[in-house]
């Protein structure tokens, strides 16, 4: 058996093995590449962990626990009352805010996660606060990212344009953005009803009853899961046992001093291309300093079980395609000699292992493999290209890619498994129906 094989065994086994019994497939998959690597390739240790993301696993940790921070300190209150007040209080359209924001964040040239990073613990509150499903509040925010993904300022679109004009290939950047904007549009827009948007839409919050706090005195219980001392229930950090509305809607030192932190947060990101990681910890620290009686419940709300999952599938992956695991399939399906299935596997491999790997990085690799059979000229190279674009991007909201796992880890804590459940299956099914459709889209109407 070849290693490239092998590796996708070992692969399925993991998901197998982490199903029917309780083990943290994260740790399963540090395992396995520990196997693979060492025991059966003879890799080096510090080349099984080059595929180690750090930059994930500090975004990962310091993203929750600066948001941590703003909802003990009652910022996150704070911001999902004015946010429903632009609103008007129609409940149904606060996830299209969120979808236009993040689309708008993207297409002026940030990285989606930076995006999502960003959005998601506050849409993730607003879930919480107003009733809305978690996933589907999930979602709208990633597709909304990746909706804005394609425009020609943007990352995403600068490496797609770029790699097919130097293929010498014919490119329309509009034409990608809108292609990417109007699909991602319409797969929201099939979320949000699939997950209650209909009666949302007819909700009026004053219908709602009593609202469920977003500090639940439960947290002592989970801090000493986590093996931390018990804290003190969150509610008490912030406003007290007998807090009101009014206090609750208030501006203190504290939730001024945190919207600068989150706002310099975004300046960083978005303007500064600081990293997100660096930024929010930093921020976080700051915020920990002025404020230390936060610090024992915020630290311990860091979602680890999630950053153990994230990280050990990821490094497996790295050494997946240091075996060749990855090019193997790729250059096995672009061997074909027929351009109408050539082009639907290379959507399936992009949206398969982007499901686990960086969709930068994937856009870089996979694009240059469709260039040899649409400089044959027998397919329309713009609607190829468009296909695999966003058939490598829209399964960004697996949980083990910086999207998906961003929505898991700012998910409620009694929900964070389902949440984690149904975006598997989520995009498991994307990743299935989303490139075909794709392909029927714009690849099958540009055949000569």
Known sequence: MGIEILSIGLLVAMFIIATIQPINMGALAFAGAFVLGSMIIGMKTTDIFAGFPSDLFLTLVAVTYLFAIAQINGTIDWLVECAVRLVRGRIGLIPW?????????????????????????????????????????????????????????????GITNQIVAKAGLPFAPTSLFLSSFFFNLAIAVLVFFVFGGARMMKQDPTSLGPLPE???????????????????????????TAADTAATLRLNNERITTLIGLTALGIGALVFKFNVGLVAMTVAVV?????????????????W?????????????????????????????????????????????????????????????????????????????????????????????????????????NAPDDSREQVLRQLLVYSALIAIIGPIVAWLVFVVPGLV
């Open 214 to 240: 977003l500090h639940p005195e439960g947290v002592s219980a989970s801090i000493r899961g986590h093996g931390g001392t018990p804290a003190k229930p969150i509610r008490e950090h912030a406003y007290g």
């Open 97 to 157: 805010v969120m979808f236009l924001v993040a689309a708008i964040i993207t297409g002026f040239g940030a990285l989606g996660p930076a995006a999502v990073a960003i959005l998601a613990p506050v849409a993730l509150s607003f879930a919480v606060q107003y009733r809305i499903h978690p996933v589907m509040m999930g979602l709208t925010v990633i597709h909304g990212a990746q909706a804005g993904g394609f425009s020609p300022i943007s990352i995403y679109g």
């Open 287 to 303: 915020l920990a300093l002025l404020s230390p009686k936060t610090q024992k419940a915020a630290i311990d709300k860091v979602s």
């Open 305 to 409: 079980s999630t950053v153990l999952l994230i990280a050990g599938i990821i490094t497996y992956v790295g050494v997946m395609e240091k075996a060749g695991t990855v090019d193997y399939v790729a250059n096995g399906i672009s061997s074909l000699g027929m351009p109408l299935l050539v082009a639907l596997l290379l959507c399936f491999t992009g949206a398969i292992v982007s499901a686990f790997a960086s969709s930068t990085a994937l856009l870089g690799a996979i694009i240059p493999l469709a260039v040899p059979f649409l400089l044959q000229g027998h397919i329309s190279a713009i609607g190829v290209v468009a296909a695999i674009a966003i058939s490598t991007t829209i399964v960004d909201t697996s949980p083990f890619s910086t999207n998906g796992a961003l929505v898991v880890a």
